[in-house]
């Protein structure tokens, strides 16, 4: 069975950087260091050990939830964070985020999560190499925050080279789907927006409160952070408008085009309703047709049509029709 500890590692102390098994979480004490452990919460094994935690009632069920909205609650005993990052896991979108839920004390911080966050992944990898680069709580929140911010801004300057290269396609028509790209690209962002908001007020929340865990260092880092966010969002907002429009454009060019076609087809009927009528009008089959004894009728009847197609084209070109 896949066991659901993911990262079990000191941040602070003489063994900063040591990852330690699940045995050796459990005899852990606050003077052996700051202490971050990484769940997988589905896991029964993952399950078990928050349950046993000690943690208070809101926190358990918070890091144990399936589902989550962002936000950020602080109490005596720490402070609690459900946060969403990008999803950069392969065959998935985007805009599935991925849900992580941290508790940070002085001296241990939980978080758990179901599926791999490139985030965590690159802060323990960090911690390994580099032991004591990040010895706090507040340190730990404030740079898994700027590394879940830092996806955004580059998730969203995806979105617009995209859509930079949707406005081409419009322009030179080099795809047929671009109707269905567009209103994808319009689909994301509805949805990025509806998780990027609730984080922006978490990040809110998380500058407003005065908790012990944060100095006033810590408190510009995450009015920063809380800065980038907000660029992010208002980007995203004007992606969502240019989409918007770039898909109007699409709609006015295919009907211009649609327009151009009828309009032909128009011209073609025109052109050929008189000679509709002359052709059946003498293809009846009945006595009194003129010409029929004379051999050069049809020649002479042909050569009428092209006149009478010359005299519409010139009506056409003097009423401006072509």
Known sequence: METGFIYCLLLSGPNAGQSLTPEQVNHWQPEDGLLWVHLRYSA?????????????????????????RPRTVSSHDGILMAL????????????????????????????TCERQLQSVKDIAEQIISTPGVIDSSADFLISLCERLTHRKVELIHNLEDELDNLDEQVTEQLS?????????LRKQTVILRRY????????????????????SEHKLRVREIN??????IEDLDAI??????????????????????LYFLS??????LPLGFLTGLLGVN?????????SLAFSLFCAGLFVIIALQMWLFYRFKWL
């Open 44 to 68: 029964d094994d993952a399950i078990k050990w928050v349950n046993d935690a000690q943690l208070p009632p809101t926190e358990t069920d918070t890091l144990l939830a399936e589902h989550t």
């Open 84 to 111: 969403r990052g990008v999803n950069l896991n392969p065959n998935s979108a985007p805009e599935d985020m991925v849900s992580m839920r941290i508790f940070a004390q002085q001296h241990r911080i939980i978080s």
């Open 176 to 184: 047929h789907t671009l109707r269905s790209d567009i209103a994808e």
């Open 196 to 215: 990027f908001s609730p984080q922006r007020d978490a990040f809110s929340r998380l500058l407003n409160d005065s908790h012990m865990l944060f100095s």
């Open 227 to 232: 800065e980038v966010l907000i660029r992010v």
């Open 240 to 261: 969502r408008d240019r989409a918007s429009v770039t898909q109007e454009q699409l709609q006015s060019v295919q009907s211009e085009q649609l327009n151009k076609r």
């Open 267 to 272: 011209l073609i009927s025109a052109i050929f």
């Open 286 to 294: 009945i006595g009194g047709i003129p010409g029929t004894d004379n």
